[in-house]
């Protein structure tokens, strides 16, 4: 998998603490499912404390949401995690 680039079918994580890429100028999600929405919910980590950016959000079949403001995190000390729902999904995620 390329730096920043992401095609998954369930939950995991974008950015592992100490990796150095906490400087974010946006997130690209899209649902690359043809009949079924998604719902995801993408957040910071940090050990037992999930801090949400978002959460619960259900993106319907063919389209994307688009995160750019605000998203630069201390890698040091957290983790960038996305949790994946749906019947069958399949996520396209990319990060600049």
């Known amino acids: 998998m390329a730096y ?36 995801i919910g993408l957040y910071y980590n940090e050990g037992t404390t999930k801090t949400y950016i978002i959460e619960n959000c259900y993106i319907p079949v063919g389209a994307s949401l688009i995160l750019d403001k605000d998203l630069s995190f201390d890698n040091t000390i957290l983790d960038l995690k996305i949790d994946i729902s749906g019947t069958s999904p399949d996520v396209s995620i990319i990060i600049k």
């Open 4 to 39: 920043g680039l992401y095609q998954l079918t369930s939950s995991a994580t974008l950015i592992e603490k100490g990796s150095g890429r906490g400087v974010i100028k946006s997130i690209t999600i899209s649902n690359g499912n043809s009949s079924n929405e998604v719902t």
